[in-house]
């Protein structure tokens, strides 16, 4: 009879080491895996390089308060440097450049909401967005209610670019 106790007992410890060792297995697989992609943004605030004189970024700056965002402002000697340094094409740079703490920019006059949607499901191999220039009628870029449609880029990290959304009226932003 104590043989057979001596039997289950052991039986029930194996199956239970084998359970727990292959659930710490799948565990530190799901970590490594989680690691991998992108972090999610577990802050408003965001570091804003641009010139010291520029209203319009001031504007978008304040656009942005008023929908969550925070800025902590830079004034760089060289703020086409730090944009090429991040990885912002000349053909796709702005007046400002906002980075956020989980590595993403968003460049000019992107609208918070399309800054909200990408940070939720943030693409692929994404640098970040930019909308080009300072279109008028974009947030910062009010003007007596006139508005230019223009297009949000999807910057990507190996150097390429798509069109992320095209705002084709106000009410779009």
């Not at 408003?44 to 520029?54: D, G, H, P, Q, R």
């Not at 740079?93 to 800054?115: D, I, L, R, W």
């Not at 909200?116 to 930019?130: K, W």
Request: hydrophobic share 35%; with cysteine; charged share 20%.
């Amino acid at each position: 009879m104590a043989s057979i106790k001596k039997y289950f007992l052991t039986g029930f410890l194996l199956t239970f080491l084998m359970v727990t060792g292959c659930s710490s297995e799948e565990k530190a697989e799901s970590e490594r895996a989680s690691n991998s992609m992108p972090k999610p943004l577990t802050s408003s605030s965001y570091n804003l390089y641009k010139s010291e004189s520029c209203g319009c970024c001031e504007e978008w700056m304040e656009y942005m308060s008023d929908k969550g965002y925070h800025a902590l402002i830079h004034h760089p000697e060289n703020l086409t440097a730090v944009k090429s340094s991040l990885g912002i094409d000349s053909e796709y740079q702005s007046c400002h450049t906002a980075v956020f703490e989980n590595g993403y920019v968003m460049e000019g006059h992107v609208p918070a909401k399309f800054v909200t949607q990408f940070m939720i499901n943030p693409p692929d191999g994404a640098l970040g967005l930019a909308v080009p220039g300072m279109p008028v009628g974009s947030p910062g870029m009010e003007m007596e209610g006139r508005f230019r449609p223009y297009n949000i880029y999807l910057l990507k990290k190996d150097g390429s670019t798509e069109v992320y959304a095209s705002v084709e009226s106000a009410d779009q932003q």
